[in-house]
């Protein structure tokens, strides 16, 4: 699904964070190009 | 969004353009699923940050939505994020991501 895309990582503190997000796109083959962990107030 | 995300989105898609560029999301509800993936595909809904009035189109999903689970090898998916789908109302964060991403695609 990735399709040679870059991906930018959006996780959240209160949910999953950016690098588990990362971790899993990574194994996919995926290049990430940002990764953040964000507090959604 | 936070602002500084928003700029380092903005600058990525200057960069290399938002054809080549895929968001994953993590967040803890449909709401705030909802907010981020229309910052992505339609601009910043608060109007606050760089990213205000700029449709950027990108395609998002949510890191518990079936298509990125099919994606993912399983053990690594389970290690990393398969107990948030006990604790997470998947469903309707899917519903309010999709709803974006569908937008992004037309």
Redesign the interface.
Known sequence: ??D?????????R?????P??A???Q??G?PV??V???C?V | ??LS?QE??KR?VDQ?GAE??????????AE?AG??AET?VLGDPSWAGPLAGVQLG??VYH??ED??R????AE??EE??GL?LDV?EVDDIADAVREFREQAST
């Open positions: 699904m990735f040679g895309k870059q991906v930018i990582v959006i996780g959240e209160d949910g999953i964070a950016g588990a997000i971790a899993c796109v194994a996919a995926a190009a940002f953040a962990t964000e959604f | 969004m936070d995300t380092t989105i990525l290399h080549a560029l895929l968001v994953v999301l993590g967040a803890p509800d705030s907010i981020a992505v990108l395609p890191i518990l298509e990125l099919a994606a993912v090898p690594v998916w990393q994020v948030m997470l």
